[in-house]
């Protein structure tokens, strides 16, 4: 009589992928943020990503763009703070002898930790739309800042900003007094020393000196009918003209009047059936987003100037 058959084994269950556990009491968020912009050549990525290995960094994302018309190279890249094996004075000080300099002079690179706070001073005339946006995702966590003051060369909006508990300073411009207003909106803004400095609809031209201190801070948003609808009204211009497209651009401010590097840009569809007060509605919702996304991908570290153009890793 034959021996009855084996009853098979059941099958072992598939064994998860180890991963490396995060550290008691360490922010698995906590993160250290490396951007670098240099003449492009083989290796580049190599050397960054084994000076990385080599103190432990656990890289979370890595953003790559290789430039063909200026032959530059950019990446932004993060790793979790509490993989790395050294503290962030000695990684800045070993990367730029070890890493930097060994890629070249032109080399242009920061490192910056997500856990140091960020902050930012509104500029504001009267319209409220993008002021009321970002105190409100400040307020919620939504932006990766705190609002450290605004600043109004109006009263028209001091109310709405204590009801955020954020200090409004007035500053009036009297036509013959632009230049003694301008270093009074310096001394207050350059006190709270912030990592951004927006134009909220600030319906005043900064001076170039302004321009050069706050260069590569300042940032701007304007609607996208310059240049062919400038000076006042000019959603009625548009109107006027049947424009079929309505947008806004948030970029950095330079000297030259609204042509700074752009950091983003969109635009929605309108036809003939919108009125001028469709148009203008339309057109302040595209401005608060494209001003917030803007400040968000700065204050994260994702826009690389480069001359009149930027790269945003997003």
Request: hydrophobic share 40%; glycine share 8%.
């Amino acid at each position: 009589m034959a021996a009855p058959e084996p009853t098979p084994a059941p099958p072992t269950p598939a064994q998860p992928t180890p991963t490396q556990p995060t550290p008691s009491g360490v922010d698995p968020e906590h993160r250290y943020v490396l951007t670098l912009g240099c003449p492009d050549r083989t290796g580049i990525v190599a050397r960054i990503s084994g000076f990385l290995a080599d103190i432990g960094g656990w890289i979370t994302e890595a953003g790559y763009h290789s430039d063909s018309e200026t032959g530059w190279f950019f990446t932004r890249q993060t790793v979790r703070a509490g993989s790395v094996q050294i503290g962030l004075d000695e990684m800045r000080e070993r990367f730029a002898r070890e890493v930097a300099a060994e890629i070249g002079p032109e080399t242009e690179w920061r490192l910056t930790d997500t856990g140091s706070p960020k902050s930012a001073v509104l500029l504001v005339s009267k319209e409220s739309h993008c002021l009321v946006d970002l105190l409100g995702r400040a307020h919620r966590g939504e932006l990766p800042a705190t609002v450290s003051a605004v600043v109004g060369n109006h009263r028209d909006l001091e109310e709405l900003v204590t009801r955020f508990d954020v200090p409004f300073h007035h500053v009036p411009f009297p036509s013959e007094g632009k230049a003694q207003a301008f270093e009074e909106v310096a001394g207050i803004v350059d006190g709270y020393s912030p990592d951004a400095v927006v134009l909220a609809r600030f319906m005043q031209i900064l001076p170039p000196q302004l321009c050069d201190a706050w260069a590569g801070r300042a940032i701007n948003i304007h609607h996208s009918f310059l240049p062919s609808f400038v000076g006042a009204r000019p959603y009625h211009q548009a109107f006027a003209r049947g424009v079929k497209l309505i947008g806004a651009t948030c970029h950095y401010v330079t000297a030259d009047l609204d042509a700074g590097p752009i950091i983003e840009q969109d635009v929605i569809r309108v036809d003939h059936s919108d009125t001028v007060a469709d148009m203008v509605r339309q057109g302040r919702d595209i401005e608060t987003m494209v001003l917030s996304r803007g400040l968000r991908w700065h204050l994260e570290d994702r826009v690389l100037v480069h001359g009149r153009k930027t790269v945003v890793f997003t």
